[in-house]
């Protein structure tokens, strides 16, 4: 299999086999330690695939192990405090170690917005989009301080013949 | 010091117990010989022989006399003050808390605040404890101009970022008015305050802590999303802490980023409620007496626009402007001695 990506300008690209698309149904993840990339989840979320660099920017956990969740809302009403709504099931990993929340479709952190995970986009099929990976914005934290790693990095899966690839 | 300055925080007295007795109502004034006078004598000015000469007062308690303090604003380039008297703490009998901050309330605008209107603002006290009697009381002053703040004790049976805080917050907040938390130091007195340590025994002990009674109070109203729902609302801590203020809320940042999910009315880093609803009046004990690692520490904490100074009058931990301009240059924070007070306190009446 020959993958490019003109929006990186890549050509190299490989793909690394992830498993069989029966295997990965939805609201399922499966782990890969994929060489020369590491660790990375890869995530079915109603029917639609996302990788993201199971590092977590914090401290390094591997993020895409923790719970797939959804989060809190607050619902700020005329009268009285502020009411909690339960949202996006099944859309956000929380790391294992320190439980920051980060959204799987987009590898953004839901607090601070300076924190993002890389994030591969995940490619249905030999014609799918791969899309760019999605990169962090880099912003220090207070005078002088330099940011931690922000980012992980994302892929593009492909499904081909009954099986997931990952492609890097 | 070439800017008019503004003290944001100033404690005038009474000249006496019987003074401050007479704006009582009977039935409170009748039995003052029962209980603890409602009006903090304890650590002003101890001993007063040793106290700088602008908090003696002839005739009086120190801090009792307007001009006394009038003449000190025109020594020190002092040009406008917020004056905040001091109360007795968690009265226990709610009623009894509403009438001691009705006194005090009457006996301000009578005694202080037409001496020098312009450059005299008051303080409208309100005991928290019982809202239905705080908003009668805040609707009775509110509409006057002389009154700049609202200030409410900073000892407390519950954090202030509880609903049932929350009608005085709001009707504050539509006031346009900032809300000053400050300890009456009635710690030290016949009735024990509470800490999740237990009842400090001695001034030492209660005055080294009393900016995190003001700390505390912040992190609950930033947790309890307040400052989400009333986003103009300010509060000002009075007791000093600037740099604690920042350890622990950096501390109070590092839990909700994992813990956000408990809390979502917390729309942004608790951090970053510092200067947009809180600020802090400078303590004499703030920070390291070198002027520029002073300066430093200020730095360090941002705190350039939130940091108020104020004199403390007539405290014995007071300040004047120039033992701490040397440490907050202006050059470096032009805010100090005028802007955040300006920008904090909108009735102070300026003329530019």
């Known amino acids: 299999m020959k993958v490019s990506d003109s929006q990186q300008g890549r050509t190299d690209r490989r793909p690394y086999e992830i498993c069989a698309v029966s295997e990965l149904g939805p609201g399922q993840r499966v782990i890969r330690e994929v060489p020369g990339v590491g660790r990375v989840g890869i995530f079915n979320v109603d029917g639609k695939y996302y990788a993201l660099k199971s590092v977590c920017p914090h401290h390094g956990a591997s993020l895409c192990e923790g719970p797939i969740t959804g989060t809190t809302r607050a619902v700020f009403g005329k009268a009285g405090p502020p009411k909690t709504e339960w949202v996006r099931d099944g859309e956000i990993v929380r790391c294992p170690w320190h439980g920051w929340e980060f959204d799987i479709t987009t590898g953004k952190a839901l607090v601070g917005f300076r924190w993002r995970v890389a994030q591969y986009d995940v490619v249905l099929g030999p014609s799918g989009d791969g899309g760019a990976p999605i990169s962090a914005p880099s912003v220090g934290l207070a005078d002088g301080e330099p940011d931690p790693p922000s980012e992980v990095s994302t892929f593009p899966v492909v499904a081909e013949d009954g099986t997931l690839w990952l492609v890097i | 010091m070439n800017v008019p300055i503004v003290d944001a925080l100033a404690h005038p007295m009474p000249t006496s117990m019987a003074e401050f007795a007479s704006y009582l109502p009977r039935q409170l004034a009748s039995r003052f010989h029962r209980f603890t006078p409602p009006f903090n004598m304890g650590p002003v000015a101890p001993p007063v022989d040793e106290a700088a000469a602008w908090t003696a007062t002839e005739g009086g308690l120190a801090g009792s006399d307007p001009l006394a303090y009038l003449r000190f604003m025109d020594e020190t380039g002092i040009d406008q003050a917020v004056l905040a008297p001091v109360s007795r703490g968690l009265v226990p009998d709610v009623r009894a808390a509403a009438y001691i901050a009705a006194a005090i309330n009457d006996w301000l605008a009578e005694k202080w605040l037409d001496v020098a209107p312009g450059r005299f603002y008051g303080s409208i006290r309100l005991s928290a404890r019982e809202p239905a009697l705080a908003l009668a009381e805040l609707e009775r002053w509110a509409g006057d101009e002389r009154f ?3 200030v409410v004790t900073q000892e407390a049976v519950a954090p202030y970022g509880q609903e049932q805080y929350f009608p005085i917050w709001e009707a504050i907040a539509a006031h346009g008015l900032p809300v000053m938390v400050v300890s009456d130091r009635a710690r030290e007195s016949l009735t024990p305050v509470q800490t999740s340590f237990g009842t400090p025994p001695q001034f030492l002990q209660y005055s080294t ?26 509060f000002v801590f009075a007791d000093g802490g600037f740099a604690d203020a920042v350890t622990l809320l950096w501390r109070m940042t590092m839990d909700w980023r994992g813990d956000r999910a408990q809390v979502p009315w917390v729309l942004k880093s608790p951090m970053d409620y510092l200067g947009t609803n809180a600020r802090f009046v400078v303590h004499a004990a703030d920070g390291p007496l070198d002027p520029a690692r002073f300066d430093k520490l200020v730095s360090l904490c941002g705190a350039r626009d939130w940091l108020l100074f104020g004199t403390r009058f007539p405290y014995w931990d007071s300040l004047v402007p120039s033992d701490i301009g040397p440490k907050v ?6 805010g100090f001695f005028r802007g955040n007070a300006l920008d904090t306190y909108p009735r102070l009446v300026t003329g530019e």
Request: proline letters at 11%; hydrophobic letters at 45%; charged letters at 15%.
């Open chain 2, 148 to 150: 700049a703040q609202v």
């Open chain 2, 209 to 234: 802590f009393l900016p995190y009674g003001g700390v505390a109070h912040l992190g609950s109203l930033i947790a309890e999303g307040i400052f989400e729902r009333l986003p103009t609302l300010k």
């Open chain 2, 329 to 334: 240059p202006v050059e470096h924070s032009p």
